[in-house]
């Protein structure tokens, strides 16, 4: 990462750097603002994505597998199923890991519990995405 | 580098006790229900991808008192989750910080919450 330019004169200080890139990168994660920002992002797109997944979870109570697997089958609600897993894993994932940072305090424990919640969410995403797709091509 | 003696945060026990801190605790708690219940989701839509009788055996649990007495659970965790975030959101736009609106915004999470829990499993029972 290049330094930040800044030039002091007196007590004034200069930079060309946005407020928002100066604080870019900082904090003990070296990441910034990007946690914040990514949980406010999945956040968003999961207000939209989890309302149509109940609606359409109540729609098919009880649904046997091929109306159930007709139904995934469809392009509109493979993508949102898709999108579905894939905002909701992140956004665990992310909410997870602040959980963890609070309350586990020994260094070896925290980083086991951490890569746990990381590789889990990843394998479960992957798992169900596969799930979405094979049903989509072959239903 | 010392850190002895930095200021601790006080423990649960010293706060006293506020609606909207509990709103918060409430909130993590659904997060971490939720995170849970991924593992339901995946499940069923793994035996979706398997076949008829792995999804079967699959509703079968699900539909069986307990799988909806969790359904039921997540239901609710997911509303007020979902509700709680809206209201985080706002949040961040500034707004709604003065301790008499936090307070209200967080009594009408939990009220919501309920009441689109029983509209959702009315409707359910309907489909059916």
């Known amino acids: 990462m290049t330094p930040v330019a800044c030039k002091t004169t007196g007590d004034k200080q200069m930079s060309l750097k946005t407020p928002l890139g100066q604080v870019r990168g900082l904090g003990s994660a070296r990441s910034g603002t990007h946690h914040w920002w990514m949980q406010r992002v999945t956040a968003v797109a999961l207000v939209p994505l989890t309302l149509w997944f109940i609606y359409s979870m109540v729609g098919h109570a009880g649904a046997g597998h091929g109306e159930m697997a007709r139904w995934l089958a469809s392009p509109f609600n493979a993508i949102m199923m898709v999108l579905l897993i894939g905002a909701t894993f992140h956004h665990l994932q992310l909410g997870l890991q602040v959980v963890v940072e609070d309350y586990i305090h020994s260094e070896a424990a925290k980083v086991a519990v951490m890569l746990v919640v990381k590789l889990a969410s990843v394998a479960l995403a992957v798992a169900a995405v596969f799930a979405v797709l094979k049903v989509a091509f072959t239903a | ?128």
């Not at chain 2, 409430?26 to 991808?49: D, Q, S």
């Not at chain 2, 909806?68 to 209201?87: D, E, K, M, Q």
């Not at chain 2, 309920?114 to 499993?121: E, F, H, N, R």
Request: no cysteine; charged share 10%.
């Open chain 2, 1 to 128: 580098m010392t850190t002895e003696n930095r200021p601790l945060s006080p423990h649960l026990q010293i706060y006293r006790w506020q609606w909207t801190m509990a709103y918060s605790i409430l909130h993590r708690a659904t997060g971490i229900a939720l995170g849970v219940g991924t593992l339901l989701l995946v499940w069923w839509l793994v035996a979706l991808a398997t076949g008829p009788a792995a999804f079967e055996s699959a509703q079968a649990v699900i539909g069986s008192f307990l799988g909806r007495l969790f359904l039921f659970g997540w239901t609710f965790a997911l509303f007020y989750h979902l509700a709680n975030g809206i209201r985080h959101l706002v949040w961040d736009t500034g707004h709604g910080f003065d301790l008499d609106v936090a307070q209200k915004t967080g009594h009408a999470v939990p009220i919501a919450a309920g009441a689109l829990t029983l509209l959702t499993w009315i409707l359910g029972y309907f489909a059916i």
